[in-house]
């Protein structure tokens, strides 16, 4: 009789102790597939930053915003100034 209630104590404490495995079990799932869904989502929007950047980079629209917003000019032989060293610099003095 005492060792069919040991028994019997230790068939319950391994049912629990089952259950409870079973339940962390499915938690750690829902978690690790939110994880994904996570990952996914910025992987997504790293794409889409990726594109948005290489977009703003192109050297027309460069081209176009140093001429609208910061008054810059191309480069053209009209334009370009030589300068030259006073003549007590370019003597003695490396």
Known sequence: MRTNLLLTLA????????????????RLYVELEKANAQALKLEVAHESLQAEKRAQATPLRVERLAKDKLQMHSVTPAITQYVTLPAAAAGGKP
């Open 11 to 26: 068939v319950m404490a391994t049912a629990l102790y089952l259950v409870h495995v079973q339940y962390e079990s499915r």
